[in-house]
C-alpha cells in the first residue's frame, strides 16, 4: 500500500515540474546563447556565481553531479569564454580554486536579471492573495526538499 502512494506521489510530482517548467519557460538569455553554453555550463556558473568563495572542481563537480572529466571540460570552455579564472592555492599549488571572472560576473548577473524578469512578468497575472499562497508553496516545497537532502 505505502508503495504505491509513493510511486503515485512520484508520478505526480513529475507532471508537477514538467507544469511549472512549462509555466515559467525559462530561457537562456541572449549572452549565454551567443556563447553556445549548455545546460552543465550554465549550472557550474550559476553554482560558482552562489558559492561564498571560489571552489575547486572537485567540490563543484561533486555538488551538481558532474564527473571530473566533463568538470575539466566544461571550467576549460567557460575559461577560453573569460568567463571564470583558475586561482592557485599560495600554500598548496596543487589546490585549483574556480572563481569568475569580471566577465562570468557580468553574464552571471544578465541571466539572473533576465530570469527575474519573466518570472516578474509571470507573477504579475497573478492575485496579491495567490501570490502569498505561490510564495508559501514554494518555501514549503524547498523546506522539505532541503530537508531531505539533509538527510543523505
Do not use: W, Y
Amino acid at each position: 500500500m505505502v508503495k504505491v502512494a509513493i510511486e503515485e506521489c512520484a508520478e505526480r510530482t513529475i507532471d508537477s515540474i514538467h507544469k511549472i517548467e512549462d509555466i515559467f519557460k525559462l530561457k537562456p538569455c541572449k549572452s549565454v546563447m551567443r556563447l553556445d553554453l549548455n545546460l552543465p555550463h550554465l549550472k557550474v556558473l550559476r553554482f560558482i556565481a552562489h558559492a561564498s568563495q571560489p571552489q575547486t572542481i572537485s567540490i563543484i563537480g561533486n555538488s551538481l553531479d558532474i564527473s571530473m572529466a566533463m568538470m575539466t571540460r566544461i571550467i576549460d570552455k567557460l575559461e577560453n569564454h573569460k568567463l571564470v579564472e583558475r586561482d592557485r592555492d599560495t600554500t598548496d599549488r596543487r589546490i585549483i580554486r574556480i572563481k569568475l571572472s569580471a566577465k562570468g560576473k557580468k553574464l552571471a548577473k544578465e541571466c539572473n536579471d533576465c530570469h527575474k524578469e519573466h518570472i516578474i512578468n509571470m507573477l504579475n497575472g497573478l492575485t496579491p492573495k495567490d501570490r502569498e499562497m505561490f510564495i508559501a508553496a514554494m518555501n514549503t516545497i524547498t523546506e522539505i526538499i532541503s530537508r531531505e537532502g539533509d538527510k543523505k
